[in-house]
């Protein structure tokens, strides 16, 4: 029997499955930014400041190894316009010291076919 998920893992799972099928999708992309789905990180509490709407940078560092980031941007960012250049310098901004190496030791797993029940989050 499965136990009942709180408010925070709920919100994490059905990020990490919309992240999973954005990726089969864009299967040319590496990194991804979106709306941020409410609750989904622990360190993230309330409104993002004035004229700002908090998102999420998400990085697969190959298929089911993946890193999410928070960052808040102007409400009017067109995020449609990133590619994934773009991304990855926002990305290296706000995530925590020691990140890159984190991206590399990603990229060297060798992950299991049924990956995404195991991606890695930001916590």
Sequence with gaps: MRQAMNGRDLAVEIATAG????????????LRIRNMVPGEFADVA???????AW????????????????IA????????TFDDEALFALFLQV??????????????????????AQTPTKD
């Design 55 to 70: 998102r999420t940078i998400v990085l697969e560092a190959q298929p089911g190894a993946r890193s999410r980031q928070a």
């Design 95 to 116: 995530a925590p010291a020691g990140a890159r190496d984190v991206i590399a030791r990603l990229r060297k797993l060798k992950m299991p076919a049924s990956a995404d």
């Design 19 to 30: 992240d999973a099928a954005w990726f089969v999708k864009a299967s040319t992309r590496r």
């Design 73 to 80: 941007l102007p409400i009017a960012t067109a995020l449609e």
């Design 46 to 52: 309330g409104p993002a400041p004035v004229g700002m």
